[in-house]
């Protein structure tokens, strides 16, 4: 089956620093990626939507100069959190897609647990 | 209006009876229809797709009423590993493709 995988699996840094983290789709190649985020007790909201070689589609009301992506690869995608606040500790996970459509299956990665002090 | 409702629960069940969730969309134009799992603190994994005839897989049983807007999921014998978060999921399609999640109805199946 498609494997997706996400690094760190969790991170803890200081406010005001930047993380990246990364996803990987291991034996199949993504058209699309994207990128989801979960508060404590809240369903997954889509951050972004990744496509290979241009720029990322960003979700209402996510800062697209905090929230930087690249998909530089079919098999890569990175989402760096820029200047990181407390409010952006959450759990960030990340989904690809093999094919184009709604009907093809997104697999999430095992996700990014990002604590912010 | 909330574009993917459930019942959070929690639904206390237990181990062999049958249980039904059911979950709202708000978008006529939803596209694909989808039930997730997740287990605390982990990543949600695919249960099943919807389909509009409405599909089997096992113990589960999904239907869709697309008139209704509504998805549906049965779970036959539960199980204690059956235990979890059901998440009800929605693609509209056309140029936006992530998914739209419903914050998920918790089922713990007791012994």
């Known amino acids: 089956g498609a494997v997706v995988s996400q690094h760190p699996s969790r991170v803890i840094c200081k406010s005001g620093t930047s993380v990246k983290i990364e996803c990987r789709s291991l034996?199949?190649?993504?058209?699309?990626m994207f990128w989801y985020r979960q508060f404590p007790k809240k369903s997954l909201m889509l951050m972004a939507t990744s496509n290979e070689g241009s720029k990322a589609t960003y979700e209402q009301g996510v800062e697209k100069d905090k929230f930087l992506i690249n998909h530089a690869s079919l098999t890569l995608s990175t989402l760096t959190v820029t200047s990181a606040h407390p409010e952006d500790s959450s759990f960030y996970i990340c989904?690809?897609?093999?094919?184009?459509?709604?009907?093809?299956?997104?697999?999430f990665g095992p996700g990014t647990r990002l604590t912010v002090t | 209006r909330k574009e993917v409702e459930q019942d959070p629960g929690p639904f206390n069940v237990p181990e062999g009876a049958t249980v039904a969730f059911n979950c709202t969309y708000s978008?006529?134009?939803?596209?694909?229809f989808f039930w997730y799992r997740q287990d605390c603190r982990k990543e949600p994994k695919l249960l099943m797709s919807?389909?509009?005839s409405g599909n089997e897989d096992g113990r589960f049983t999904a239907q869709l009423n697309r008139a209704s807007q509504y998805i549906s999921l049965l779970i036959r014998d539960s199980k204690l590993s059956d235990s979890a978060t059901y998440l009800c999921v929605v693609n509209i399609g056309g140029g936006a493709d992530g998914l739209t999640f419903g914050k998920g109805t918790h089922l713990i199946i007791q012994p």
């Open positions: 919807v389909y509009s």
């Open positions: 989904s690809a897609r093999q094919g184009v459509g709604a009907a093809y299956e997104q697999y």
């Open positions: 034996d199949f190649q993504a058209t699309t």
């Open positions: 978008n006529s134009a939803s596209q694909s």
